[in-house]
């Protein structure tokens, strides 16, 4: 019975992103609030949206506990994949910004190295929109 409801004030928040956000962000946040609703029904609590270090050097998406591993999520969000799967997009840079926020982070959480992992959830806005969730993606050993 919430399913309309939530798409609902999805439609409502898109409407909203689209005119006063570049489409790509809007786009984005639309991927945001996707996967933050398909990690919460996962299991994953999610406790940050969009975390930045007081620098400004480094960003990550979600992050969330799933049982006593702390996980830092990227979401990236495409219309459609035609130039390939989303998670294609992540490079070497925004793999070094994903540690340098985590590193922050965990550093204040007082969290183990041992405890963390690094998810990817894709998403192209197929009908309905299509997600991939990839776990432990990137290693903390490399950080």
Do not use: C
Request: proline content about 4%; glycine content about 6%.
């Amino acid at each position: 019975m919430l399913a309309p409801v939530y798409q609902f004030a999805d439609v409502l928040r898109d409407y909203h992103r689209k005119r006063t956000q570049a489409p790509d962000a809007a786009l984005g946040r639309r991927g945001e609030d996707i996967a933050h609703r398909y990690l919460r029904r996962a299991g994953i609590v999610v406790v940050a949206r969009n975390y930045r270090m007081a620098s400004g050097a480094g960003e990550v998406d979600l992050i969330g506990w799933d049982g006593d591993t702390l996980v830092f999520v990227e979401v990236k969000s495409r219309s459609t994949d035609e130039y390939g799967a989303p998670d294609r997009a992540i490079g070497h840079a925004k793999e070094a910004s994903l540690f340098r926020a985590a590193r922050e982070y965990i550093r204040h959480a007082k969290v183990a190295w041992d405890n963390v992992r690094f998810d990817v959830v894709s998403i192209v806005f197929t009908t309905p929109p299509t997600i991939t969730h990839s776990r432990d993606v990137f290693g903390p050993s490399v950080a």
